[in-house]
Nanobody, 127 residues
């Protein structure tokens, strides 16, 4: 069972990055997926989530209008397009699967709903 996140890196403020998270060894297409992040010295926080079909998405207020979550169920991959990056977006970004119920269009922000987590990818935004 693996969620492999990649795409992080160092970028200047105002720049963009696209994170990817590929799933293997678990059922991907039937479940909502989410992205979380944890900045140094801070608690992990919700960033974005997408339902199993891609029909529902939800964003934290801090990233709304700048980040876009999407998924390709044929490739077992979820993406996070991050535009207009700010220094406060600096964090380790984690993808996770919401394993609470399959084929649910609602998405949740609580990390307790998510059962499988990737290893994280570091995003650093310089000012």
């Amino acid at each position: 069972v693996q969620l492999q996140a990649c795409g992080g890196g160092l970028v200047q403020a105002g720049g963009y990055l696209r994170l990817s998270c590929a799933a293997s060894g678990l059922t991907f297409s039937a479940y909502a997926m989410g992205w979380f992040r944890q900045a140094p010295g801070k608690e992990r926080e919700f960033v974005a989530a997408i339902s199993w079909s891609g029909g529902s998405t939800y964003y934290a207020d801090s990233v709304k209008g700048r980040f876009t979550i999407s998924r390709d169920n044929a490739k077992n991959t979820v993406y996070l397009q991050m535009n207009s990056l700010k220094p406060e977006d600096t964090a380790v970004y984690y993808c996770a699967r919401d394993g609470s119920r399959p084929y649910r269009e609602l998405v949740y922000t609580r990390s307790a709903e998510y059962d499988y987590w990737g290893q994280g990818t570091l995003v650093t935004v310089s000012s």
